[in-house]
């Protein structure tokens, strides 16, 4: 496991931590939105006029707004759980390893394009034998050789396209992460530029660009930096997105909208 993969672990961890004591103040939500009303004979009306009338209706008040609260909080926990659970198989620009990976992930894309490829010459042949020494299940070669809604057999001219597709896209992901590689190797990395109540640095070793404020930030301010990719990252204090070209031109227009 490499320090990325080992980061990736440790945040699977704190969010399942985190959904733990989000199921417990769930619990304890619950248990009070009970005990709101818990003195309340069961179907006891409302006394209009009498003088039990104001705290029924606050005690009954509280219940609801316990209530959904306790709804709330179960509801993160659950997505808190799920998002810990759940294995990605995508492959981050972050990962140190990314480079291996991505030529792992290419090499099987283009067996599989390949495959795809001798699979239709041999359809064409009605070779079902040949197609069976490629690997293909007999249930396989009787759906390649059934008809779709155009009367098509085999892999169609959209799979092929899209499977070129996919071969490119990742062949120039490919070049894009060497070539970021070797500009953070080219030298230090650049002096902080400072904007109106903070600063813009790059942090090549996280490969991240940052923006820093002295002051806590106006939501509109918030919202900026939202719409331009950024997010708040407490661990270090500033507002990050991956860093890449993209991230400097948007800082730019961020300092720009700031400074008038």
């Keep these: 496991m490499n320090a990325y993969e080992q980061k990736q672990a440790d945040r699977k961890q ?41 705290r029924h209706r606050r005690d009954l008040a509280r219940c609801q707004a316990l209530t959904r609260k306790a709804i709330a909080t179960e509801e993160a926990a659950r997505d808190l759980e799920r ?43 009605n070779d079902r034998a040949g197609l069976a020494a490629l690997g293909f299940t007999e249930a396989q070669i009787a759906d390649l050789f059934t008809p779709d ?40 990395a650049p002096e902080p530029v400072p904007i109106p109540g903070g600063t813009i640095t790059e942090d090549r070793a ?27 990252s407490p661990t270090r204090g500033a507002w990050v997105r991956m860093l890449n070209n993209a991230a400097r031109f948007a800082a730019t227009c961020i300092a720009g909208r700031l400074s008038k």
């Design 149 to 188: 809604f155009a009367r098509r057999v085999g892999f169609p001219a959209y799979a092929l396209s899209n499977s070129s597709a996919n071969i490119r896209s990742t062949k120039q992901r490919i070049e894009a992460l060497k070539a970021a590689a070797a500009a953070r190797q080219d030298g230090p």
């Design 14 to 54: 704190r969010q399942a931590d985190r959904a733990r004591r989000l199921h417990a103040e769930a619990q304890r939500l619950d248990q009070a939105a009970g005990a709101a009303v818990a003195h309340i004979p069961f179907g006891q009306p409302i006394l209009v006029g009498h003088h039990s009338e104001r």
């Design 206 to 232: 996280d490969n991240r660009l940052c923006i820093r404020f002295e002051v806590r930030q106006s939501s509109e301010v918030v919202a900026l930096l939202k719409s331009n990719g950024f997010k708040w």
């Design 83 to 125: 998002r810990a659970s759940t294995e990605s198989r995508a492959i981050s620009s972050d990962d140190e390893d990314a480079v291996p990976k991505l030529q792992a992930k290419l090499a099987a894309l283009e067996s599989a394009h390949a495959r795809m490829v001798a699979a239709n010459k041999l359809i064409r042949k």
